[in-house]
């Protein structure tokens, strides 16, 4: 009777196994469809996944969330992930290896404000021009302004630009200020800096990237007879009848509904066989991407840093995690460029020798491993495409590429791969 019932639920294939895939996968769940989720790759999580190299699992980059994630945190908790044991929660903290630093107390309104005023390095003009941009920015910016020119129209100082808004604007929209869209920054800023208690706390995670979500993931929606299949690649899709046929690596497939939650970029060659999509095809195509290169250096297990989060106002690597403070492997440090432009090669050789500068304490590393993600998010310009769903309302798009005016994150993968799930669910 329980197979019966499970057969007459409508089949959805979703393409991808990345964190949009897996929240719509979860949700098609809780609507009362039928999901089976296809990833090519041998493991689930995309752009946020647990890697191996020679043997030891290692993030494919540094993840920071923030207390504004609200949708991702939720499913966290919906499928037994618990956001308080896997993630540090700390109050807003940003530490420059030129001294300056600014620390929230608590995670309040009030707090922040504190810390504005009590950071060390910031003087009253900063403060006050800080004070500008804020309050400017509870009108959203014109959708063809660029952050900097936000910051020239706002009067900002040399030291908010280097301490706060070219930092800023790099790590959340992985863009740099002269290229990223000012209405993005201005909504991420007032997500996390104005969003109320808790919203602009750091969230770093304690544990691996696939223990966040990926693994948890896989188990529960299992449970909930669900078909996951890794190692599973997508080669095309068609209609069939009242529905699709996809044709995989293990042999075809059939489905009532599809949805596609590919990297944008994948996207193009999936509606290759479905009709009325060339405009779709080509406006995704008409996204640009930016790179980010992580270095993770270990050392011997009783090194630590001052702080567990370094920005460095030179870039190269803008920002440099100690794990072990995190909660993490103890001696592992996680050095990041954001928008990338060297090789692998050049940005390991460019941190390592910044490291070397900024602590001559630290020993010789004991092992360093680079990982560079050519197309880590969407370049976040004012002018990028913002897509629109298919007219067909079968099918659905979900990807952190999908949300007006903010940029590629794993809160935009998530609510897209939430959204995806309802539009198709509201098809009798
Ligand atoms: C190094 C790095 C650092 C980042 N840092 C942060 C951060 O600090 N904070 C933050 O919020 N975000 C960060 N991001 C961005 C975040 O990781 C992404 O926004 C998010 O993971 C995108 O998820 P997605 O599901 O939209 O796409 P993806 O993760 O790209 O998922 C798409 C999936 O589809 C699969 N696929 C493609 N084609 C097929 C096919 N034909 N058949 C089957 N499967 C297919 C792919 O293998 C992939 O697993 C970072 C990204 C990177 C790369």
Known sequence: MDNLAQELKPAVAIVGGGWSGLACAIECVHQGLRPTLFEAAPGLGGRARTVRMDGLPLDNGQHIMIGAYTETLSLMRRIGADPDRLLQRLPLTLSFDDGFRLAARGSSRASLALAFVRARGLGWPDRLAALRLLRAIRTPPAAQETVSALLVRTGQTECCLRHLWWPLCISALNTTADRASARAFARVLNDSLMGGHGAADLLLPRADLGALLPEPALFWLRAHGATVKTGTRVLGVQCSGEGFRLECGDGPTVADRIVFATSPHQLPSMLAGLPDMEALAREVSALEYEAINTVHVAFDSTTRLPDAMTGFVDGEPHWVFDRGALGG????????????????????????????????????????????????????????????????????????????????????AVRSGLAAARRIARRP
């Open 329 to 412: 492997t103890p001696g592992l440090l996680a050095c990041v460029v954001s928008a990338a432009r060297d090789s692998r090669e050049q940005t390991e050789k460019a941190v390592l020798a910044t490291l070397r500068r900024q602590y001559p304490q630290l020993a010789r590393p004991l092992w360093v491993r680079t990982i560079s993600e050519r197309r880590a998010t969407f370049r976040c310009t004012p002018d990028r495409p913002v897509l629109r769903q298919p007219r067909d309302d079968r099918i659905a798009l979900a990807g952190d590429y999908l949300i007006a005016d903010y940029p590629g994150t794993l809160e935009a």
